[in-house]
């Protein structure tokens, strides 16, 4: 395939259970291109290949496919509807023309059908839409329609109506061709429209006419004048209009039964073509825009969407070009840093299985392996011609695990093997909390999270342990005190003397840790101060009530005395650490917590539960903001109330609720949790020198 206007690049989105996989199934089958109808509960699909996947029965990442028909050549992507794995469904609307928005015709639109919904309508992608699961019990396609233009707007129209409903549904009416199609098992009959559904019918097929002819001036004049409109006409009008996000088309089937799916097939046809679109916003080495164009005879340009990690294979990079032409064997720069990469045997993916291909041209949609530094988000250009596009915008984690290793000594493997993971997981993110010394998964709810876990025993053979993060208190002191720092120490030689006098002060929040030096006639000579600093900086690391770092605080030294033979600067920095700790404990030391400030997004209807649960959490909620169809609220909560927050939102909101959180500021912790605490970070220590 070496011409852009041939290829249709659509991605299947919806909410998580609408039957996107299924529906691939079906257009595979119907293309072709398979011999057998897979399914997802028995773990036969083509997209749906990982084995985490065939378990859950759950799409997990996006899966590729690919079908030649009637002389195009469509790239199918399957992607994710649940909210923990919505990293590849994001990437993938950065590389489509159009989003193939299948909607369960039971439920209506759910919530994740609306996120990327308003995703795609930011990017200005053609949307057409597949009611499915019609055979459904209190399956209706009239209030699923209706549902769908009160969320969308007026531009859904319908381009078929069923025939018959739920156990009884047997086909769809085209309002093109207005013709019947009626399905037994896999044998398909067109016909006449049965006469009962005849005013429904040309009812509907007025109704599109009206929609395609509002987007058509000369087919406008046409409608009022009332003459006759062509099927051509109609489609060609209708195709623009769908290009341009100007009607947004619905279908009428079920996916399982192959009841609709040929016509869907048949109406992505009419999708726009790459080279049909504005091309996307790209940037040159100095953030000058860069324009593009769907043209092979310019330099090759290809974006990275996807990135799979795989114990033997290494990385596989799925690219989409946008410019020119790639081909096997080719060098391109990495947008990047500006480094190289040779390009090696280019694929076609099906699935998990690959067809190897000698170049692919402007607007198609392929992978390369065992490139040495490409991960998703790069972009890949011919030499001279190093362009970026601006970064994908992912959602932030909302769950945070600690994570150790079961065997001692996989503590390396462990940290490959995750951040391996984090090339091809965006929505993943992997740290080592420098306080507390633990590595720190985090993921978009505890399923994610789980999954991650499964991937590393299965994938690298690892296995770890998962438990809630600790929370980084601090402290700090409420009063100034003052106390002497002596280290004094005589063994047979020369001995260890350093004498200091130190003072501690609470500073405003945020402020750290401040040294003063206010030494006066030489009594701690100059060159032992830094030693002296430096023993009280060490004593910050580990403070005196529960072991955390002690922050907003200064710490002035201010006498002391010296020997001019025993002391040394190991003897002040200990004398200066033993004055620190003395002072701190008569400063009235106390504990302090971060207070996170919290977005959550929610139905109008769930507001009431949102605040009041907050309020328990020791939340102070700061108001609300309306945001479409939901609310935000704002509030600050501590962060050891929201360790768990996740699923607790996820079962008051039915999956409809999201949130940010990010850290605000340190507060005291109230008296009655702080020795908690500190009990059991004491219990924490005494049980790690046990073991």
């Known amino acids: 395939m070496n011409d852009p206007g041939k290829i249709r690049n659509i991605a299947l989105v919806g909410h998580r259970g609408t039957g996107k996989t299924s529906l691939l199934e079906g257009l595979l089958y119907k293309a072709g291109v398979v011999n057998r109808l897979g399914h997802v509960v028995d773990g036969t699909t083509v997209s749906d290949y990982d084995d985490d996947e065939k378990r859950r029965q759950l799409s997990l990442s996006a899966g590729l496919a690919h079908i030649e028909r009637k002389g195009l050549s469509f790239n199918l992507i399957d992607t994710p509807g649940d909210s923990s794995f919505l990293a590849d469904t994001i990437a993938s609307l950065r590389v489509v023309e159009t989003a193939l928005m299948v909607v369960n015709s039971v439920l209506g639109v759910e919530v994740q059908t609306e996120r990327i ?66 399905y037994d098992d896999e044998k398909v009959t067109e016909g006449d429209i049965p006469a009962e559904l005849a005013a429904a019918a040309e009812e509907a097929r007025g109704k599109l006419v009206e929609a395609v002819a509002e987007t058509d001036d000369e087919l406008l ?100 070009v946008f410019q020119g032409a790639v081909k096997s064997d080719a060098n391109v720069v990495v947008g990047r840093d500006g480094h190289k990469e040779r390009i090696g045997q280019l694929l076609k993916n099906q699935g998990k299985e690959t067809k190897p291909v000698d170049g692919l041209c402007a607007g198609d949609i392929g992978a390369v392996a065992k490139l040495k530094d490409v991960v998703t988000g790069d972009t890949l250009a011919a030499e001279g011609a190093r362009v970026t596009f601006p970064a994908i915008d992912f959602p932030s984690p909302l769950m945070s695990a600690a994570i150790e290793a079961k065997n001692k000594g996989d503590e390396d493997k462990v940290i490959q093997a995750l951040r391996r993971l984090s090339e091809e997981d965006l929505m993943m993110e992997e740290h080592r909390d420098q306080q507390t010394g633990e590595t720190i998964v985090s993921g978009m709810s505890q399923l994610h999270v789980e999954v991650i876990c499964e991937r590393l025993k299965r994938r690298f053979g ?51 840790v401040e040294f003063v030096d206010k030494i006066v006639g030489g009594v ?54 033993i004055g620190f700790k003395a002072a701190a404990e008569k400063a009235q030391p106390t504990l302090l917590e971060p207070i996170m400030h919290v977005d959550v997004t929610v139905p109008e209807e769930s507001v009431g ?37 996740a699923p607790d939102l996820t079962s008051m909101t039915g999956g409809r609720g999201d949130y940010t959180m990010e850290v605000l500021r340190y507060e005291e912790v109230p008296a009655h949790l702080s020795q908690k605490i500190i009990e059991q970070a004491k219990a924490d220590k005494e049980e790690a020198h046990k073991s």
């Open 221 to 320: 004049e046409k409608f009022f004048a009332e003459e006759p409109i062509t099927t051509a006409e109609l489609e060609a009008a209708f195709a623009r209009a769908v290009a341009a996000a100007q009607l947004f088309p619905v279908a009428a089937g079920s996916a399982t039964h192959l009841i609709g799916v040929d016509r869907l097939l048949d109406l992505l046809a009419l999708a726009p073509a790459p080279d049909a679109v504005a091309p996307p916003r790209a940037l040159g080495v100095d953030d000058a825009e860069v324009e593009l164009a769907c043209d092979l005879d310019k330099p090759a340009v290809a974006f990275v969407f996807k990135t799979m990690a795989d114990q033997f294979s290494g990385r596989i990079n799925v690219f989409r």
């Open 524 to 577: 701690i000579p100059r060159n032992f101060i830094p030693a002296v600093e430096k023993g009280v900086l060490e004593a910050t690391h580990e403070g005196f009530l529960a072991g955390y770092p002690v922050v907003d605080v200064r710490v002035i030294l201010y006498d002391g005395s010296h020997h001019p033979v025993d002391s040394s600067e190991m003897a002040f920095k200990i004398a200066g650490s």
């Open 117 to 182: 919904w308003a995703r795609a309508d930011r990017r200005g992608l053609a949307r057409i839409l597949f009611c499915n699961m019609l055979d459904r019990e209190r399956a209706d396609f009239t209030v699923a329609v209706d549902h769908l233009r009160k969320a969308f707007g007026p531009q859904v129209v319908a381009v078929a109506i069923p025939i018959g409903s739920e156990h009884d549904f047997t086909g769809v009416v085209d309002l093109f061709s207005m013709k019947a199609h009626i």
């Open 462 to 512: 690892v296995e770890v342990h998962l438990h809630p993060p600790r929370v980084p208190y601090r402290e700090t002191v409420k009063t100034s005190a003052k106390s002497q720092g002596r280290h004094k120490k005589q063994t047979g030689g020369r001995g260890q003397f350093g004498d200091t006098w130190i003072e501690v002060q609470p500073m405003p929040r945020g402020e750290g």
């Open 609 to 645: 539960d949102i605040i009041g649960d907050l309020n328990s959490r020791r939340g102070r909620v700061l108001g609300m903001t309306p945001r479409g169809h939901s609310d935000v609220v704002a509030a600050e909560v501590p962060l050891a109330e929201m360790l768990a927050y």
